[in-house]
């Protein structure tokens, strides 16, 4: 089971075009961490929001964190063949002892030349 | 290396049979942690460790799969008896401190097929 739904799971765009990848949970997270992953590989962090509200840009990614901390997004303006991958988000809960984080379901993306 | 590192990449295994994961996490960092990756999905944790305890071990699918990290470094996953359902990568990450928003590494992953 996990905590964080990701929408849309597949999504298939020309070289150019503009996205916007959404993560949803009914839980408040200490912060929210955005991946990238390749095949074989393992997730490669791209950022981190902590404060709700918040919003980080890279380059053309633009990363918000929702107000209430239980939700973000992902907007990649002009997207390019070398933004193919797995995007995944990841809710970190923080308890005594340890930390967690949690990942979302995960949003493959094609683009197109 | 540098980043952590996994062995092996890939393992082929027999229903029925034991399996052992090895994982080396970034020198010096002090937590470490287990995730499952089923095809097309996102990790799942498994379990964590803080130096050699395990502090959480609620995530392991079932009592064939143990973990370990006696010396508070090198980390080994150990499926017993597998079955079909434990193919999946199993990627390992460890973080400097247990703090929130500290940044987490991950492994390239180990990837098992139970045939």
């Known amino acids: 089971t996990q905590l964080l739904e990701q929408s849309p799971q597949f999504l298939s765009i020309q070289e150019g075009e503009n996205l916007t990848v959404y993560c949803n949970s009914s839980?408040?997270?200490?912060?929210l961490q955005w991946y990238r992953q390749e095949p074989g590989e393992g997730p490669v962090l791209l950022v981190t929001v902590v404060t709700g509200g918040e919003v980080k840009k890279l380059k053309r990614l633009t990363f918000q964190f929702g107000d209430a901390r239980k939700d973000s997004s992902l907007h990649i303006t002009a997207a390019q063949p070398g933004d193919t991958g797995l995007y995944l988000c990841?809710?970190?809960?923080?308890?005594?002892?340890?930390?967690?984080?949690?990942f979302g379901t995960g949003t493959r993306l094609t683009v197109i030349p | 290396g540098a980043g952590v590192s996994q062995s092996p990449r890939y393992k082929v295994a027999k229903r029925g049979q034991d399996v052992a994961l090895r994982c080396d996490p970034i020198?010096?960092?002090?937590?470490l942690f287990w995730y499952q990756q089923a095809l097309g999905q996102g990790p799942e944790f498994l379990t964590y460790?803080?130096?050699?305890?395990?502090?959480?071990k609620s995530g392991l699918p079932s009592d064939r799969f143990f973990a370990e990290r006696p010396e508070g470094s090198v980390s080994t996953l150990k499926i017993q008896r597998t079955q079909q359902e434990d193919s999946a990568v199993y990627l390992c990450?460890?973080?400097?401190?247990?703090?929130?928003?500290?940044?987490?590494?991950f492994g390239e992953g180990s990837w098992l097929t139970v045939v």
């Open positions: 839980s408040v997270f200490s912060s």
């Open positions: 460790f803080q130096n050699e305890a395990q502090l959480d």
């Open positions: 990450a460890s973080s400097l401190w247990e703090e929130a928003g500290n940044t987490i590494y």
């Open positions: 990841a809710g970190e809960k923080v308890r005594t002892g340890a930390n967690n984080l949690f």
């Open positions: 020198s010096g960092h002090v937590s």
